[in-house]
């Protein structure tokens, strides 16, 4: 398996709702990233956390990350229709090896 | 806020000719990348630049692939033959810290292979 894999795929929720995305890895990490990317769009950073960290919060998001289970969550609170985009979560090794693997990412759509 | 610049935003050619994609990366920033999505994939990495010299780079970045950073401001991808398989949309990113902090994308080139 790979590293960097989200779940679920895809994911619908109603405005005001929150949303939840996971992300699990293999290897050890030196950071986890989460992106956000509209259809067709580029990529957007949203919050990075370090491997000794436990969880961070930026506005509407919350990300935890769990180093013993190699998993991270992404969550978002009272979602907005313009919340909806993919979300990938994207992991920095430890080894050496600097660039960042993304995973296939969580389609998340945000109905009104 | 400062941003990553690509062109063109849609590339069509024809298989075996020769493309460069053109990144305009944030001013201040040091470290520039490549990335490409093929359709309904992964973002793949592709390779890395740092002070004039590719850092690191993926098995994908074969002799077909070469940058370059010609004048201080433009950071270009050229495929020297192009494979129907290059048919993918190509990300450049650039960061100012180095490679353990957030990246800023560009909004892409999708290249199409014919």
């Known amino acids: 398996s790979q590293q960097g894999e989200e779940d679920p795929q895809a994911l619908s929720i109603q405005e005001g709702e929150n949303a939840t995305m996971n992300c699990s890895y293999k290897?050890?990490?030196?950071?986890l990233q989460w992106y956000r990317q509209n259809s067709g769009r580029g990529l957007v950073h949203l919050i990075l956390?370090?491997?000794?960290?436990r969880e961070k919060h930026s506005g509407r998001l919350r990300v935890t990350l769990d180093t013993s289970k190699k998993s991270s969550s992404l969550l978002i609170t009272a979602s907005r229709a313009a919340d909806t985009a993919s979300y990938f979560c994207a992991t920095h090794l430890n080894s050496g090896y600097s660039t960042l693997t993304f995973g296939k990412g969580t389609m998340l759509l945000v109905s009104p | 806020e400062p941003e990553v610049t690509q062109t063109p935003s849609h590339q069509v050619t024809q298989m075996g000719q020769e493309v460069i994609l053109r990144c305009v990366p944030i001013s201040n920033h040091l470290y520039f990348y490549w990335y490409r999505q093929i359709l309904g994939q992964k973002v793949e990495f592709l390779v890395s630049f740092y002070n004039n010299e590719i850092s690191e780079k993926s098995e994908i970045f074969d002799d077909q692939f070469s940058v370059e950073r010609p004048d201080g401001s433009n950071f270009t991808l050229k495929i020297r033959s192009t494979k129907l398989e290059d048919s993918a949309m190509y990300f450049c990113a650039s960061n100012g810290q180095g490679d353990f902090y957030g990246y800023t994308f560009g909004s892409g080139t999708r290249l199409t292979v014919v």
């Open positions: 290897t050890s990490i030196n950071n």
């Open positions: 956390i370090r491997s000794n960290e």
